[in-house]
């Protein structure tokens, strides 16, 4: 059992929005720690996709945006596309157990 | 270009242990807090360890807790794990990862390609 949930599954066809969702708690997201979104292709590495709650490194698409409210925080992709089926991780810092802490992630389907 | 080569992994028998190591290329090593984080077969993304710049903070999931332990040696730009008293659990593809500032409370904003321990009889 994740510490932040996450919706096993989310799917759109080609050109849609689709959002993913990440709900935490007063020991994490609640108590104002960042949240940061990451991209894992099937295969590779997980790659950092937003960072700070709604800020894009470099090279990142502006189809790909975060939100964060309360204890909860969003991915939204907008104008998907094939090349970004891929598994989304949600993560952020829990003071409760002194570390950082991750989604159960959510695999996108691009039908 | 930043590059996290990790190397060590391998099958090895419950109850033994497994040292992995990180080289690090690319960026100020002595910055940035460093992590390890791992991914079971068909799971998800699990933070094991983290280390911030001078050694001088270190936390660890709960379920490595007293088994492993993370180390760094600045000089060489290499982060390590050692890894005792194995479990199938741990069976998994152990991810160096660059921290994104100082502390270990910030993102993870690149990552090695990882290397997978296999604990097994």
């Known amino acids: 059992q994740s510490v932040l949930t996450q919706p096993p599954s989310v799917s759109g066809a080609p050109g849609q929005r689709v959002t993913i969702s990440c709900t935490g708690s007063?020991?994490?997201?609640?108590?104002?720690?960042?949240v940061h979104w990451y991209q894992q292709l099937p295969g590779t590495a997980p790659k950092l996709l937003i960072y700070g709650n709604s800020s894009r490194p470099s090279g990142v698409p502006d189809r790909f945006s975060g939100s964060k409210s309360g204890t909860s925080a969003s991915l939204a992709i907008t104008g998907l596309q094939a090349e970004d089926e891929a598994d989304y991780y949600c993560q952020s810092y829990d003071s409760s157990l002194s570390g950082p802490v991750f989604g159960g992630g959510t695999k996108l389907t691009v039908l | 270009e930043v590059q996290l080569v990790e190397s060590g992994g391998g099958l090895v028998q419950p109850g033994r242990s497994l040292r992995l190591s990180c080289a690090a290329s690319?960026?100020?090593?002595?910055?940035?807090?460093m992590h390890w984080v791992r991914q079971a077969p068909g799971k998800g993304l699990e933070w094991v360890s983290g280390i911030i710049w001078n050694s001088g903070r270190i936390g660890y999931a709960d379920s490595v807790k007293g088994r492993f332990t993370i180390s760094r040696d600045n000089a060489k730009n290499s982060l390590y794990l050692q890894m005792n008293s194995l479990r199938a659990e741990d069976t998994a593809l152990y991810y160096c990862a660059k921290g994104g500032g100082y502390s270990i409370r910030e993102n993870f904003d690149y990552w090695g390609q990882g290397t997978l321990v296999s604990v097994s009889s």
């Open positions: 690319g960026f100020t090593f002595d910055d940035y807090a």
């Open positions: 007063s020991s994490n997201i609640g108590a104002g720690y960042d």
